[in-house]
């Protein structure tokens, strides 16, 4: 029979045990602040009729949906492209859930984008959102979780950037910018914090915007030129008493106001957030509040957001719910905290906590039991399985990674005794074979201590 | 603009909150033994190469096997349609990886199976399995596996049937049964249980087999006629006396009384296991040990298997490497605990464990701040974001059967109290509100009084 040679798809991985362990720390951080939040679990299918996810991303991310079908099937199915038209879809489909509905869904999406680092054609996604209902209290809740979630996993230094999409629309609507070159002028704001004022100057003059136009809206985003504006409650207030005759940008100055205002009593210290009127995120559909996190120290930019989008329940029934959420790239945070070596050291290598080691083949019934005991008590246990010699046990053990080895002799067990052994110290000990799950529970928990010389 | 009709692709579907606690509640049990017992989580794409799954499977299989592809792409992709075919391009694709590789992965497969009451297109297995390992003690710690997991779940009265593919295929060779006509012989015999004795001989005498020949292989696997044979170690001693000139059975009969030898120490008890000379898996790729578990009170049939194959990996590389595993089907299992409600009394409805309402919009900050404290404490909390009045929010608790409630007014907050309530026994009491996280626990490790009538 000819052998298939063994690879993955393009951009594809796979993630091995040995990965995996940092993963699960993370993934296990984030389950846990979602589930305290009050979040529960959805699961949607990977594969959607193509109808329910086309027209939502725009068409240059269509070209990145991956396409599926079957011999002889009717349908058009495509896999997921995110998560949050999935779940568009489902509140639209069950009318019946309570609201707010709170789900959290950490799941892969499909994207064929080119490949290159730390960027993948199957990737996770952490979302959580609050739908039906438009309180700003779930914003506020969104951002707190956000907050909680980086501080769990070990970032110090973070800012969470907030603006409200009503506040942009408004201006742009206020000064007379045509609702075609809204897009645009938004996308040249975004750009602010990186090439400057005279920068976006030009940038909005290529797009053929008037030019007193785009001083005027520059004047308001940075009344003091390429400063940036510290945009606290007097700011604020200055700016809604300019914008007075524009109702939009009115409510989203407030809507701001008031979720700044439910921030500190949710924890969130001042140092974490920064109300920025010229941070645009890219997504199209948002609505109200939107949010984007930087990592400022050490300085590896923006590693998550999220904001309202009011109106994409509404694309799947005539009714819509107010909605909002974050998304947070899994892929994202695990290779910062790598780059960073930001894991903590006593993760280890391995899931593994004890290896099981077989003295002789005699007492093989004796290593079983004690494997048998030790996973009764709900200690993470292998058992060796050759016949090899004590030593060869031992260097497995050191190869994968293994901290704990227990080896049970003929002399041991007429004793009622084990042998402990910490890899990681060097150490060993005899231990009475009734508390050998609470002995080697504490050694697990206590930092190994060095071999001294 | 025009709305879509929410809906799924046939065969599809959504796993809402409400079932999936109980989804969670099987998930966490399976992952926890798979854990204990050494298995390492591994993470596969969902999408494969398409060469990597064809062949795999046999033609009618291959028909289910759902292709993807995108726009541009030049490679031939498909959804994989188990989880053993990419864990052995794993093996086969990452050399490296130390030996015995014991990996879990608890992950969707996709087949476009005619969709049927309990049966998916999208559907998720629970694979555990141990490669690189030739010994019969991989597979007995695959059936301990089994047998914790079950008894864990709550099935009481169930048996693990074993066979070995080796005893089956020297049985054949040594009567001359021609080699193509070995896998119908082998789907006739499944059937013994199901249509007896007199059944399979007129299908073996169907199939154009000789009947004397027929006559043999039923004489050797029911010497009592249709009365089942107890194949305890006695019988299985006679078996080899009798099978003594086939190398091939006397191996098989050899690896299922070492199996058997360490069941006991694995606290396997004899009532959960039985050798069936008769039982038969489906899949062609198995070639030692096989096992399948049926539920036997009440009578639902099998629930899991699984079995040896060494020689998957080989189908990758030039160097195979034995393996062994099994493959838990979760929705089966959910399937059969719904509809014999065998689920835990105390699931309850929903993770969340306690709604914080709020008083009035002015002690907002304050159920905030409690909302906090309690996530702090790890508990499950979900904040009220209405201004309704209290009734109202109680009402939203009992309808997301939520258990407890928090509620902080005026006076219970200036007396720095605060009162819980139990929605499961209508009981309420004041707590000091620094103890709060503690009272809420002990009531949710409480099973609720019922209210005195």
Redesign the interface.
């Known amino acids: ?1 000819k ?8 951009g ?6 040995r990965q ?1 362990v940092l ?2 720390h993370v993934t296990a951080i984030v389950e ?2 979602f ?4 979040f ?10 193509s ?2 996810l086309l ?1 939502k991303y725009g068409s240059e991310s269509e ?11 009717k ?1 058009e ?1 495509a ?1 997921r492209y995110d998560l949050s038209v999935p779940l568009s ?2 509140v ?3 009318p019946e ?2 609201k ?1 509905f ?2 959290y869904q950490i799941a ?1 999406v ?1 994207r ?1 984008e080119r490949p290159q680092k730390g960027r993948y ?2 990737f996770y996604q952490c979302d959580a959102d609050i739908v039906g ?1 438009a ?1 700003m ?2 914003d ?2 969104i951002i ?1 979780l956000i907050n ?1 979630i980086l501080r769990r996993i070990g970032f110090q230094q973070f800012v969470t950037l907030l603006n409200d999409r009503k506040i942009l629309t408004g201006i742009g609507q206020f000064l007379g910018v045509p609702d075609v070159k809204l897009p645009e002028l938004y996308r040249c704001i975004d750009k602010l914090d990186k090439i400057g004022l005279e920068g976006v100057r030009k940038e909005l003059r290529d797009t053929g915007l008037d030019a007193a136009l785009s001083d005027r809206v520059l004047g308001l985003l940075r009344p003091d030129g390429d400063r940036p504006v510290t945009w606290d409650r007097a700011a604020l207030d200055a700016m809604r008493l300019q914008m007075s005759n524009c109702p939009l940008a009115v409510e989203g100055i407030s809507e701001l106001q008031e979720l700044l205002s ?1 921030l ?4 969130v210290a001042e140092e974490f957030y920064r109300v920025d009127l010229a941070m645009v995120r890219g997504l199209d559909y948002y609505t109200g509040p939107i949010f984007e996190t930087l990592v400022v120290e050490p300085r590896i930019g923006s590693i998550t957001g999220g904001g309202r989008f009011d109106g994409l329940v ?5 009714q819509s719910q107010p909605a909002t959420g974050t998304t947070i790239g899994l892929e994202r945070i695990i290779d910062v905290l790598e780059e960073l070596q930001m894991f903590p050291a006593d993760l280890g290598q ?3 906590q004890v290896l099981v080691t077989v003295f002789n083949p005699e007492l ?3 290593s ?2 004690l ?2 005991e030790l ?2 008590a ?6 060796y ?2 016949k090899d010699a004590l030593g060869n046990q031992i260097r ?1 053990a050191l ?2 990674g293994v901290p704990l080895l227990v080896i049970a002799g003929p002399d041991e067990l007429s004793a009622g005794r084990v042998t402990v052994r910490d890899l990681r110290a060097k150490f060993q000990s005899q231990v009475a074979r009734a508390s050998l799950p609470q002995a080697l529970r504490e050694r697990l928990a206590t930092p190994p201590i060095p071999e001294a010389h």
């Open positions: 029979m052998t298939i040679q063994p690879r993955l798809p393009k594809m991985r796979d993630i091995l045990p995996m993963r699960q846990q602040a589930t305290e939040f009050g529960e679990p959805l699961i949607t299918p990977a594969v959607e009729l109808e329910i027209g070209k990145l949906i991956y396409m599926v079908e079957h011999p002889g099937g349908e199915l896999l879809r489902v639209a489909q069950y859930l309570p707010p709170r789900r892969p499909w064929a054609r199957e209902s309180s209290l779930a506020a809740e707190a909680t439910y500190p009593a949710l924890g509404g694309r799947f029934t005539a391995t899931a593994v093989v019934s004796e079983l039991k494997a048998t996973r009764a709900g200690l993470h246990c292998e058992l399985y050759g497995y190869k994968r």
